[in-house]
């Protein structure tokens, strides 16, 4: 009971802010979210403040404002920001039983890499034949790793700060935000960007936009291995070239970058 409670108070702060598009004090965010007066407001911060700061879609701002973390970030040269490319792959598993069996992530900065992170993920189950063949993972493999709270927490400290990226974000992050949610962890930030609308936008005429079409059609001629290490590699090659063509059409900062993904 006290994750989810947890979850509906840090979700109703995100949303407040969301809709005032402006830093909020604590106060203000207080009595928004849980709907107390002044007495009511003081108790209620004490409890707030900590669960705040436990999520990384929120920023302290300045005068103790609290800010989405993506705000700060809109109007950076693409320069100044750090990316996260990252890919995960899962058992397979249907109707919302999938689960995480690897994480791999590069971290750039300046069009150069800084670090790279990369992780198996612990299975209570079995890994299937077909995941096998199509991964090369094992459940040999995963018999040692780390369990997918320990790896949710170690991914999470590895991308603070940045924008994630992935080809077709939203499968990759819901998997991650599920196994978040089922480990009554805090949501990772649904701000990120995603190659498979940049590459659609900039290469309109592509045959397909699955990763290995795009890499294709930019020349990249590394291809996915389906191993997430390998395949964070070679979409961190593709968002590269994909910021190389789009400083053509004149797009500066992470704000430009977003105008165009919303074209793909």
Not at 32 to 46: D, F, P, S
Not at 149 to 175: C, M, W
Not at 188 to 207: C, H, K, Q, R, V
Not at 246 to 254: D, Q
Request: contains cysteine; proline residues 3%.
């Amino acid at each position: 009971m006290p994750k989810a409670r947890r979850s509906t108070l840090i979700e109703a702060a995100i949303e407040t802010l969301t809709r005032s598009g402006r830093p909020m004090t604590l106060d203000q965010i207080t009595r928004a979210v849980l709907r107390v007066e002044t007495n009511g407001a003081k108790i209620g911060a004490r409890v707030l403040a900590p669960l705040l700061a436990t999520d990384d879609r929120l920023a302290l701002a300045e005068a103790g404002h609290w800010a989405l973390a993506g705000w700060e970030r809109e109007s950076n040269a693409i320069d100044d920001v750090d990316f996260v490319v990252f890919d995960v792959e899962t058992n397979g598993g249907r109707g919302g039983r999938h689960r995480i069996l690897e994480i791999g992530a590069i971290r750039l900065r300046a069009g150069q890499q800084v670090s790279e992170y990369a992780s198996l993920v612990h299975l209570s189950g079995r890994v299937s034949k077909f995941v096998t063949r199509y991964t090369g993972i094992t459940n040999e493999m995963l018999i040692d790793a780390p369990s997918v709270e320990t790896v949710l927490k170690d991914f999470r400290s590895f991308q603070a700060g940045s924008i994630l990226i992935a080809h077709n974000l939203p499968t990759d992050l819901g998997y991650l935000n599920r196994e978040a949610v089922w480990a009554g962890q805090a949501l990772f930030p649904g701000n990120g960007l995603d190659t498979m609308e940049l590459s659609a936008a900039l290469m309109p005429d592509l045959p397909g936009i699955g990763l290995a079409a795009v890499l294709e059609a930019a020349d990249i001629r590394d291809t996915p291995t389906h191993r997430a290490l390998d395949d964070a590699r070679v979409t961190a090659d593709l968002f590269q070239f994909l910021l190389g063509c789009a400083s053509k059409h004149n797009v500066r900062t992470v704000a430009d970058l977003r105008s165009l993904e919303t074209r793909g």
